[in-house]
């Protein structure tokens, strides 16, 4: 009895290893395709979840950077670790200029923020910036690039909240 189990556990894992190598089943086309982690990839993908998008200029000196519009809010979004066209991470950054404002800056507000989500704000010289990354090296889906940047959006509405 026993040796029949481990014969049908054998036949059910080899005929399902190719579905599971990619063999048998074509990839789901759609928001679950892996994209290619490329400037223009990931600018088609942001702008196919909805949002305007402007590739800023290149400079040889510095990795790919484009802004985004979501709805009132400018978010600088850039890449990081690009070789060969392939990058390895993304990054979001919304900032708030406070330059004007006599007070100093509240880093106390940013600890007690940075203690409690997964964003990261600080403060620099006058302005309060609020950032999220991440990883894109081998790719990523469209669904997941939308979740992020709809969760980075969402913090970005409750940490202006939080600003004096």
Same mark, same amino acid.
């Given at each position: 009895?026993? #040796?029949?189990?481990?014969?049908?556990?054998?036949? %059910?894992?080899?005929?399902?290893?190719?579905?599971?190598?990619?063999?048998?089943?074509? @990839?789901?086309?759609?928001?679950?395709? %892996?994209?290619?982690?490329?400037?223009?990839?990931?600018?088609?993908?942001? #702008?196919?979840?909805?949002?305007?998008?402007?590739?800023?200029? *290149?400079?040889?000196?510095?990795? @790919?950077?484009?802004? *985004?519009?979501?709805?009132?809010?400018? *978010?600088?979004? =850039?890449?990081?670790?690009?070789?060969?066209?392939?990058?390895?991470? *993304? &990054?979001?950054?919304?900032? =708030?200029?406070?330059?004007?404002?006599?007070?100093?800056?509240? &880093?106390?507000?940013?600890?007690? =923020?940075?203690?409690?989500? +997964?964003?990261?704000?600080?403060?620099?010289?006058?302005? +309060?910036?609020?950032?999220?990354?991440? @990883?894109?090296?081998?790719?990523? &889906?469209?669904?997941?690039?939308?979740? =992020?940047?709809?969760?980075?959006?969402?913090?970005? #509405?409750?940490?202006?909240?939080?600003? @004096?």
């Amino acid at each position: 009895m026993k #040796k029949n189990l481990v014969s049908a556990a054998l036949l %059910v894992l080899t005929l399902s290893a190719p579905a599971l190598a990619g063999g048998a089943a074509a @990839p789901m086309a759609g928001a679950g395709q %892996v994209v290619a982690a490329t400037p223009a990839a990931l600018m088609a993908a942001l #702008k196919e979840a909805g949002y305007r998008v402007t590739m800023d200029p *290149v400079s040889p000196d510095s990795d @790919p950077s484009m802004t *985004v519009m979501a709805g009132d809010y400018e *978010v600088s979004v =850039w890449l990081s670790n690009c070789k060969a066209g392939s990058c390895g991470r *993304v &990054t979001a950054s919304t900032s =708030w200029d406070y330059s004007d404002s006599e007070e100093e800056l509240d &880093t106390a507000l940013v600890n007690d =923020w940075n203690g409690n989500y +997964y964003t990261q704000a600080y403060a620099y010289e006058g302005a +309060y910036y609020l950032d999220s990354s991440m @990883p894109i090296s081998g790719g990523y &889906t469209r669904a997941t690039l939308k979740a =992020w940047m709809t969760d980075y959006l969402s913090d970005v #509405k409750d940490f202006e909240l939080e600003l @004096p």
